[in-house]
């Protein structure tokens, strides 16, 4: 395994399946050592057939990658045993307990029991879940089961972590502590994390950087301010009381990217939104001028979302298909 | 946490196999009701069909020069038809047993449990195995049962009878469960409907049963039936378990069936692992 602070190397990766449907069109990017990495994308857009490649579940039609320097196609084993995968779907045992899961698990790393026993313990005191530890899966919730299958992956201490939509059909109080852990993780044992989600603010909230992938298709990356910023920066909306041209005014002011007038309104694009509001008030107030109104808005991955993909992370999310995987995780909920 | 981790982790070729045999023993025997199930149900063919066809009934006794012992002798190797249909059972009850392997390795799939074993460091032939295993050793079980009912409800042992026949019968046993474990699990490798395995065990479920010595002696059915009896595998297997428990007359053609039977267990198993390797990963 190479020293290079290159972990994850993604080259020419693609995935036709029946000769016919390009799942994921000849993508390269690159995770650092210690990163949060993000993929972004609407469902179809080819996330999970990436991560199945790159946890060597799918082989891929062209290209291909390295993790921790192995080739996923020919070092597969070398890979699988580096790294930790939390998949999307429950997977754990429904008819054994948390603790039997966590050790088949370990048993599949060929963890010896006596390791694996004091492995498990700590990893169900994380995922705190030790009150449960010896009962059967299908009494869980679905958080319960997502922190389980967490813990699952984490039991060959991985040094990078595949997490597969962690959050999908969870409510919004078991998505946060979910994030929660992650940033444990990432903070705690250096681990090197790649995660695919459809869910905006998660990949704002967690991620170092983010891929927008689309029809196969890498269309952007960067870190999500970054992305923010290549939008041109915050919007602050303004109006003063005197109906006199104040356009070269607000120009002058720092950070100050570009000024429209629109009914009356003055709408201001500038990089640091909360110091130069201030600043635009105060050259105002130097020249005579009353501000009667101000807004400050601050551009989210939505918009980026839509300037690369040009459809909205809202219709995204309720295409037929995120309902049925939806309803797939309810149901096993359920079951 | 300590880095003291990656030098006591040991992986062999076959690591993994007993932990995932286990894991289906576990949803078996830890389950009281399909356990019980699976004694409730050879005890009701045993008592109810093996009983009702009472064939030494039917041929007239008194008739000079003609014997009811003799004519059940020369048909079925023993006097009593419940113990050839019994032993029948012991060696049929494997095909019951074995069917399921199909629904649990296409379970797995939808349950995303394999995927999740497909990106662990374990060999894929060993996923299979597994549930190879795990089929042989429940159908050896089942088999043991049927055995011990039929020997409750009136079996007749055969001068050939030995304590060396348990053990030969639980060989049997297990050579043909794992071969037909293997065929059950090679022909729902690339399933993922539910339905797929279901039709399978219908479809061979029957062929098997009644091309075979289960019910009526090879020698007596049809030419063209007796072809494919004689490449039936199970028939192989009833030979088996009868000489070894019922018929007074020598081994015979034991060796034989061991032969064959062992041979299309070696076969499938290797066609179901080669096999493994190519559809599991998509």
């Known amino acids: ?335 | 946490m300590s880095k003291d981790a990656e030098t006591e982790v040991s992986r062999s070729k076959l690591h993994g196999l007993w932990a995932l045999t286990n894991r289906e023993l576990k949803k078996w025997y830890q389950q009281p009701f399909v356990f019980v199930m699976g004694i409730v149900q050879p005890i009701l063919w045993l008592a109810l069909l093996g009983k009702a066809m009472n064939l030494s009934a039917m041929i007239p006794s008194g008739i000079p020069g003609l014997s009811q012992d003799a004519i059940m002798m020369q048909t079925f190797g023993t006097t009593d038809y419940f113990s050839f249909m019994a032993m029948g059972m012991v060696a049929f009850t494997t095909v019951f047993t074995t069917a399921f392997v199909g629904m649990s390795v296409v379970w797995d799939k939808r349950l995303g449990f394999m995927n999740k074993v497909l990106s662990t460091p374990v060999s894929r032939s060993v996923i299979i195995l597994s549930k190879v295993f795990a089929a042989s050793i429940r159908a050896m079980f089942q088999a043991a049962i049927v055995a011990i009912i039929a020997f409750l409800l009136g079996l007749q042992l055969g001068t050939n009878f030995s304590a060396w026949s348990i053990l030969g019968i639980f060989a049997i046993v297990f050579l043909i469960s794992v071969g037909l474990s293997s065929m059950f699990t090679t022909l729902t490798l690339r399933a993922t409907r539910m339905e797929m395995p279901q039709a399978t065990f219908q479809l061979i479920t029957l062929p098997l049963m009644f091309a075979s010595s289960a019910y009526f002696p090879i020698d007596k059915m049809p030419q063209w039936l007796q072809v494919i009896a004689s490449v039936n595998p199970i028939s192989y297997t009833i030979d088996a378990v009868r000489r070894l428990m019922i018929f007074s007359d020598g081994f015979g053609q034991l060796p034989l069936d061991f032969a064959f039977v062992g041979g299309f267990a070696v076969i499938v198993t290797a066609i179901c692992v080669v096999l493994s390797w190519r559809y599991l990963n998509k």
């Open chain 1, 1 to 335: 395994m190479s020293q290079n602070d290159d972990v994850i190397v993604v080259k020419g990766l693609t995935k036709v399946f029946n000769h016919s449907l390009t799942a994921v069109d000849h993508i390269d990017f690159t995770v650092k050592r210690g990163e949060i990495f993000g993929f972004l994308g609407p469902n179809g857009a080819g996330k999970t057939t990436t991560i199945k490649m790159l946890i060597t579940v799918t082989r891929p039609t062209e290209g291909t990658a390295y993790i921790l320097g192995g080739d996923i196609a020919k070092q597969s084993m070398d890979v699988r045993a580096a790294i930790g995968v939390v998949p999307q779907e429950y997977t754990a045992d429904e008819d054994l307990t948390a603790m039997e899961n966590i050790l088949l698990c370990a048993d599949l790393y060929g963890i010896p029991r006596h390791v694996s026993k004091k492995r498990a313990l700590e990893l169900l005191n994380l995922v705190e879940l030790t009150a449960f530890k010896d009962k059967r899966v299908d009494t869980f919730s679905g958080g319960m089961r997502r922190r389980l299958e967490l813990a699952c992956g984490l039991i060959n201490r991985p040094k990078v972590l595949f997490l597969d939509e962690p959050t999908l059909g969870l409510d919004v109080q078991t998505r946060a502590a979910t994030w929660n852990y992650v940033k444990t993780l990432k903070k705690e044992f250096g681990m090197t994390l790649f995660l695919t989600t459809h869910y905006l603010e998660e990949a704002d909230a967690l991620c170092d950087r983010i891929a927008i992938i689309d029809h196969g298709k890498i269309v952007v990356i960067g870190s999500p301010a970054a992305l923010k910023d290549s939008l041109g920066g915050d919007i602050i909306t303004l109006s003063v009381q005197k109906d006199e041209d104040i356009t070269e005014i607000i120009h002058k002011v720092e950070h100050v990217k570009e000024v429209k007038k629109e009914n009356g309104d003055y709408i201001i694009k500038s990089s640091n939104g909360e110091v130069t509001a201030p600043l635009i008030i105060e050259a105002l107030r130097g020249k005579g001028h009353i501000v009667t109104r101000l807004s400050l808005t601050k551009p989210t991955l939505n918009e980026v979302y839509m300037q690369y993909t040009g459809r909205s992370m809202r219709d995204a999310e309720e295409s037929p298909g995120a309902v049925r995987s939806q309803r797939m995780v309810m149901r096993r909920a359920h079951a």
